[in-house]
């Protein structure tokens, strides 16, 4: 049994790898049968954004635990952020947000950003945080850091159109 450790850490997000590489496959088999999960019967519309929208950030969250995303309340794993997502190799990540007020289009802005990681994890079969090749401005890119966290900025207020993602993900496991 080959066992790796090891911590990569883009912006926000930091990839974990933590045991046995043959977990992945059982791990991403779980994933894959997520979509028995009965989702909600809301449709929802890829133009609904967190300033318009922020209670969608309610169903963000109901559809990541779904998927097996872990989210918690408190201290984040990098210094002066609100919320890390915590990409582990082969399964499914953890999200960790501060407890501090925010207004609910802050928030959601936020537990937003945080998914498209998960999006990128996902992109990447769970072994690396793949960037999801959404239009950007690539001159931004210094001043966030890396292409993921520049996509992460980018699309953050798009609350729909990240659910709407996630929701496409599950249902490709049909």
Known sequence: MKSVIAFLL?????IVVDGDLNEFESSF???????????????????????????LVSELLKVGR????????GEPKMANK????EARYGR???????????QPDT???????????VLQHLNGDLRSVKPMGFDVPIHMI????????????????????ILKLLQDFLYRFE
Not at 10 to 14: H, K, L
Not at 82 to 85: E, F, H, L, S, W
């Open 82 to 85: 609100d919320a890390t997502y």
């Open 107 to 117: 928030y959601c802005r936020l537990i937003s950003h945080e998914f498209i990681h």
């Open 142 to 161: 210094q001043s966030v850091g890396s292409l993921q966290e520049l996509e992460a900025y980018t699309y953050q207020n798009e609350v729909g159109f």
């Open 29 to 55: 088999s779980r994933l894959s049968q997520v979509n028995q999960v009965e989702l909600s019967n809301t449709q929802f519309e890829s133009n609904e954004n967190c300033d318009n929208r922020p209670d």
């Open 66 to 73: 779904q998927m097996g995303v872990t989210i918690l309340e």
């Open 10 to 14: 883009i912006s926000t997000t930091a």
């Open 92 to 102: 499914i990540g953890v999200i960790t947000v501060s407890q501090r007020f925010m």
